[in-house]
């Protein structure tokens, strides 16, 4: 179950060259477990994996500085020739994405199984 002051983060690899999927369970704010997922993203660029999958799914509000977070996860896979998607986020944190014109580039699906061309 979410825990509603801090930011878990599972992360599954999927066969090397796939993708890696951070499935989020809390809020996304400005937390140090926050900073840690953008840390973690930025190493894992350096892998073989083209895609990288943040699953909001468990994610019930976002802030200004979780924006911020996917942002600069968004501006490191560009750098590194990467595609940062995310999935399944409520309807006031894909509101507040649109508002801030995030919505726009990243690529977003329903479920973290779209993403990957399973449904």
Known sequence: MANWKQLKVDVQELDESAAVVYRLSGL??????????????????ENPAKRFIVDLTGVP????????ILAAAYTSAQRNEKQ???????????SLLKLVGLWDLLEHHDTVEQALGQS
């Open 28 to 45: 996304l704010t400005d937390t140090s477990d926050a900073f840690q997922l953008l840390d973690r993203i930025r190493e894992d660029m």
């Open 61 to 68: 509000h976002v802030t200004s500085a979780g924006v911020g």
């Open 84 to 94: 940062l998607v995310v999935t399944g986020p409520a309807s006031r944190v894909e």
